[in-house]
T-cell receptor, first 109, second 118 residues
Framework: TQLLEQSPQFLSIQEGENLTVYCNSSSVFSSLQWYRQEPGEGPVLLVTVVTGGEVKKLKRLTFQFGDARKDSSLHITAAQPGDTGLYLCAGAYDYKLSFGAGTTVTVRA | NAGVTQTPKFRILKIGQSMTLQCTQDMNHNYMYWYRQDPGMGLKLIYYSVGAGITDKGEVPNGYNVSRSTTEDFPLRLELAAPSQTSVYFC?????????????????FGQGTRLTVV
């Protein structure tokens, strides 16, 4: 059973379009992290959200933490082919860092 | 600036063989993790360690063992390899507990070991 549910599983869009990836749970987290993974590499941290309702921006990426700290979203504006990759959300329970199944994003030129 | 180093990068094992996946980090991190990644399944936690001499099971520990004799090293042992253990294995480390509210909680990952059991 996945503690963190990500949707959609796959997303294929044209360059210049916007996209949103969701990460949901029934559990409350002290923080949530978003990672991006490229083929053949390990995941790399994009952002950590800590406060309920928090919004963080990283260039064209906007991350939001739900008010109840159970869910998060990642929005990419004007996607580019370089945004292609696997996007993973992660949350901690006990001392374990648990990951969602990921969303594979493909941006077509 | 090595970070987290995993060896080997690729390995083919026969059913019933055993092997050790090596992981070392040079960042003086207390927390270390082993994950496996199967296609479309994200990362599943196998074992983790909160410091030298302390290890605990994650979500999918069966068929694996770990040890943490030093802060730097966290090897993963596979005994009696089975086809179900075919996967990509990632080692990761972080300075602080992931329960910490965003301070030094980033997990740094190695490049992975692609293991095939035939």
């Amino acid at each position: 059973t996945q503690l963190l549910e990500q949707s959609p599983q796959f997303l294929s869009i044209q360059e210049g379009e916007n996209l949103t990836v969701y990460c949901n749970s029934s559990s409350v987290f002290s923080s949530l992290q978003w990672y991006r993974q490229e083929p053949g590499e390990g995941p790399v941290l994009l952002v950590t959200v800590v406060t309920g309702g928090e919004v963080k921006k990283l260039k064209r990426l906007t991350f939001q933490f739900g008010d109840a700290r159970k869910d998060s979203s990642l929005h990419i504006t004007a996607a580019q082919p370089g945004d292609t990759g696997l996007y993973l959300c992660a949350g901690a329970y006990d001392y374990k860092l648990s990951f969602g199944a990921g969303t594979t994003v493909t941006v077509r030129a | 600036n090595a970070g987290v180093t995993q060896t080997p990068k690729f390995r083919i094992l026969k059913i019933g063989q055993s092997m050790t996946l090596q992981c070392t980090q040079d960042m003086n991190h207390n927390y270390m993790y082993w994950y496996r990644q199967d296609p479309g399944m994200g990362l599943k936690l196998i074992y983790y360690s909160v410091g030298a001499g302390i290890t605990d099971k994650g979500e999918v520990p069966n068929g694996y063992n770990v040890s943490r004799s030093t802060t730097e090293d966290f090897p993963l042992r596979l005994e009696l390899a089975a086809p179900s253990q075919t996967s990509v294995y990632f080692c990761a480390s972080s300075y602080s507990s992931p329960l910490g509210r965003g301070v030094n909680t980033e997990a740094f990952f190695g490049q992975g070991t692609r293991l095939t059991v035939v």
